[in-house]
T-cell receptor, first 116, second 118 residues
Framework: AQKITQTQPGMFVQEKEAVTLDCTYDTSDQSYGLFWYKQPSSGEMIFLIYQGSYDEQNATEGRYSLNFQKARKSANLVISASQLGDSAMYFCAMREITSNTGKLIFGQGTTLQVKP | GAVVSQHPSWVICKSGTSVKIECRSLDFQATTMFWYRQFPKQSLMLMATSNEGSKATYEQGVEKDKFLINHASLTLSTLTVTSAHPEDSSFYIC??????????????FGPGTRLTVL
């Protein structure tokens, strides 16, 4: 069965520094998609970045990059030059191609606090 | 980007009453909508998947008769919490997708509804 694991319940980072949020996944499918979402205290889910299992290059979106290591089944999110507004809960999620409903499986989440 | 709205944003109700939450895709047609439940500091738990015009598919452990889901049009899905009890108090989030094929089918999330049952 597919599973997403985020082992860091909480993380602290100094403003302007980079931080890596860990995510490992388990699936028997060859085709899958990995997503990262940000959830501030307001509760809205904000899409950050996507990586497909067949993508050869790591995805990047502005200050966000995804360190995709397929053999290790990890998809860590790297946030560069942290800002105070980055303080939020972050979720890693996966979608398998065999899931014709399009549903996502979410990890437990990591709460990130950026210190001034 | 695509916008999904939810109404109400928060609701307080008495135990035993029913509460309806609406989820609307404002600028696209949502073939599929998803309903999630989230307790404080926890992950999103998928409750059900609904496709327009058909019955919702509920996840294991979710009571179909308690959480009624209707997806009557391509832009509207509703979740009704029937005979609500304090343990139903939670943050309910919907998301919508315009397609389910392919790996990259971004789900667009609503802002969530905070339900408090007294």
């Amino acid at each position: 069965a597919q599973k997403i694991t985020q082992t860091q319940p909480g993380m602290f980072v100094q403003e302007k520094e980079a931080v890596t949020l860990d995510c490992t996944y388990d699936t028997s499918d060859q085709s899958y998609g990995l997503f990262w979402y940000k959830q501030p205290s307001s509760g809205e889910m904000i899409f950050l970045i996507y990586q497909g299992s067949y993508d050869e290059q790591n995805a990047t979106e502005g200050r966000y990059s995804l360190n995709f290591q397929k053999a290790r089944k990890s998809a860590n999110l790297v946030i560069s030059a942290s800002q105070l507004g980055d303080s939020a809960m972050y979720f890693c999620a996966m979608r398998e191609i065999t899931s014709n409903t399009g549903k996502l499986i979410f990890g437990q989440g990591t709460t990130l606090q950026v210190k001034p | 980007g695509a916008v999904v709205s939810q109404h109400p944003s928060w609701v307080i109700c008495k135990s035993g009453t029913s509460v309806k939450i609406e989820c609307r895709s404002l600028d696209f047609q949502a073939t599929t909508m998803f309903w999630y439940r989230q307790f404080p500091k926890q992950s999103l738990m998928l409750m059900a998947t609904s496709n327009e015009g058909s019955k919702a598919t509920y996840e294991q452990g979710v009571e179909k008769d308690k959480f009624l889901i209707n997806h009557a049009s391509l832009t509207l899905s509703t979740l009704t919490v029937t005979s609500a009890h304090p343990e139903d108090s939670s943050f309910y989030i919907c998301s919508a997708s315009s397609r389910t094929s392919g790996l990259y089918n971004e789900q667009f999330f609503g802002p969530g509804t905070r339900l408090t049952v007294l």
